[in-house]
């Protein structure tokens, strides 16, 4: 039996594939340093000979990854002036391995594939942070067992920045959080001398944690800028908004350069001007904005699209109650005569995603040809609570409770919309589909739903509990939720003996791995529920749809097929 592990790749080098030389970086001349069966190498140029950066590490180190997740992320970077490489090593003899088997034609016994996986309650592994001298060629570690958060536990390395500062030090700003990812360090680091000093450090309010869709940071001016929640008392809410800390010295606040009430997502400093996006004027328009840096200022339009609208495209809210409203985009077929057509509704809704957005293509004929099936089926997209753009409010209503009230406010749409548009829609032809956190919500929506709301589900790749799960997903959104908390997908199936269900999930997932439909297929044969099954050898979370999933819509759906 062959042994394959998984690793970062780049263009051509595909995950199963036999070369495993993974990322490589340049440090802005022809010399790069890359990782050769999890161990970083250095080359003058591509046809010089390797040096091997730190040979006297132990074996059982990963060196250059910052973590095991479905796309790994490189944890090496280079000093601005190209002399100094600073990388994170990884002491792998902590760290399990989820395994699956590939299929291969003609070959006699599959290869089983071992990816190295963090769970939710397993330990950080240990790891360290190095320096290599280029001139030199050696290595200084940095003491690190010092940087702990309250509890004694080591914290995460998700980022390092090079930058200089007014003597011209060439420094390194090392950025961690802890495993629930509600607070917040940064460290700063000489090259030269492998010294740290904390510089500052940020803890979020309850339910608050560090968003990877507000991930957007600049150096400037000695000034480091990122992205932290700031409280509207008035508003009941909190939003994303610019602040700053300085470099040079240490510092215990953030100082907030704008204070508007709205998400900003994206930001570009440029001299004593930001520019920035976020959705100003309406949740379901995405504007570009600029503004002086520390004013407040109203920001000025630089680019603020219309809304997209017609008779065939209608954008709308639907009250919750507790203040909370639901967001909603339906595509209606045209040339509707004196029929009812039935209603897909396509869901994702992950924490923080949106769905309901105006965009250029609505008004596109092909698009909307393709949505309505050849104007045969209406679609429907909801935001509710748990995800983006609308503040704090909204993202930390799902705090601790994936799958819960996120699904049941898509329940709550759809009904408002089959009741609104009653004369068109077939409400005993309701179609729930997802895929990843979209599979996770079909099974969820259809288990919470009145019998018989929806006449099919299909959930593609789900995670039907969240045990099975990454953790640096799981606790970013579950907290310090016990495992008993955990909502579990497999344990109320009652209403898919109404609801045909098309399960699908491609047995090489990376991301969500097959045990999480196993064990789902498994307690529906022992529910005696009949379902439809769709399972794909050697593929991974990224499967296009079939036209056997067409035959399931269609049959479903009572329409004709449009392919």
């Known amino acids: 039996m062959r042994i394959l592990s998984i690793f970062l790749t780049v263009a051509a080098i595909g995950i199963f594939a036999d070369d495993e030389v993974s990322y490589n970086v340049t440090n802005g001349r022809d010399e790069e340093a890359y990782i050769f069966n999890h161990r970083l190498f250095f080359r003058v140029n591509r046809t010089s000979e390797p040096i091997e950066v730190d040979p006297n590490q132990a074996n059982y180190f990963w060196q250059g990854f910052l973590g095991f997740y479905n796309d790994f992320h490189y944890g090496y970077w280079w000093s601005d002036d190209s002399n100094y490489l600073v990388y994170v090593s990884f002491d792998m003899r902590l760290v399990k391995n989820v395994s699956w088997n590939l299929y291969k034609d003609k070959q006699s016994y599959p290869e089983v594939v071992q990816q190295p996986y963090w769970k939710p309650f397993e330990d950080i592994p240990p790891y360290t942070i190095s320096i290599w001298n280029l001139k030199t060629q050696t290595v200084k570690r940095i003491p690190f067992e010092k940087f702990k958060n309250h509890n004694g536990s080591l914290y995460f390395v998700k980022e390092i920045t090079t930058y200089e500062i007014d003597d011209d030090k060439q420094k390194f700003l090392i950025r961690l959080n802890n495993k629930f990812w509600n607070e917040l360090v940064f460290v700063s680091c000489d090259f030269e001398t492998a010294e740290c000093q904390l510089l500052f450090e940020y803890k979020f309010s309850p339910k608050l944690y560090i968003s990877y869709m507000f991930y957007s940071c600049q150096i400037h001016q000695n000034r480091y800028y990122l992205l932290l929640p700031l409280e509207f008392e008035n508003e009941g809410n909190s939003y994303q908004q610019i602040a700053s800390y300085p470099l040079n010295e240490p510092s215990s606040e953030p100082r907030f350069e704008m204070r508007q009430p709205y998400d900003v997502y994206k930001f570009k400093i440029n001299d004593t001007t930001v520019t920035f996006n976020a959705f100003s004027r309406t949740p379901f328009i995405n504007d570009t904005l600029e503004m002086q840096l520390g004013s ?30 639901g967001l909603y985009k339906l595509f209606l077929p045209k040339n509707i005569k004196n029929k009812k057509v039935p209603l897909h509704v396509y869901v994702y809704g992950g924490p923080e995603f949106f769905e309901v957005e105006s965009k250029e293509n609505d008004n596109d004929e092909n698009e909307i040809n393709f949505l309505t099936r050849n104007n045969q089926v209406a679609r429907l997209y909801i935001d509710g609570r748990g995800s983006g753009r609308r503040g704090w409010k909204y993202r930390s209503a799902i705090y601790g409770r994936l799958g819960t009230v996120d699904a049941q406010d898509q329940i709550s749409v759809t009904q408002y919309i089959l009741r609104k548009y009653s004369d068109i829609l077939d409400e005993r032809r309701v179609l729930v589909e997802g895929w990843s956190y979209g599979g996770v919500m079909a099974l969820s929506i259809v288990e919470q739903a009145p019998k018989g709301l929806f006449k099919c589900a299909i959930a593609g790749a789900p995670v039907t509990n969240y045990n099975y799960y990454h953790i640096e997903y799981t606790l970013t959104y579950m907290g310090n939720a016990t495992a008993n908390e955990y909502l579990d997908l497999t344990d109320n199936l009652e209403n898919f003996k109404s609801t045909r269900l098309l399960l699908q999930h491609g047995m090489a997932d990376d991301n969500v791995h097959f045990q999480n439909s196993a064990i789902l297929i498994e307690k529906l044969h022992k529910a005696k529920i009949d379902f439809d099954l769709m399972i794909y050898p050697n593929s991974d979370h990224k499967i296009s749809i079939t036209r056997k999933q067409f035959n399931f819509e269609n049959n479903c759906l009572g329409i004709y097929p449009s392919y």
């Open 296 to 325: 407040n200022e109203k920001p000025r339009c630089v680019k603020c699209p219309k809304l997209y609208s017609n008779d065939f495209l209608h954008f709308g809210k639907v009250p919750l109650g507790n203040g909370y409203e």
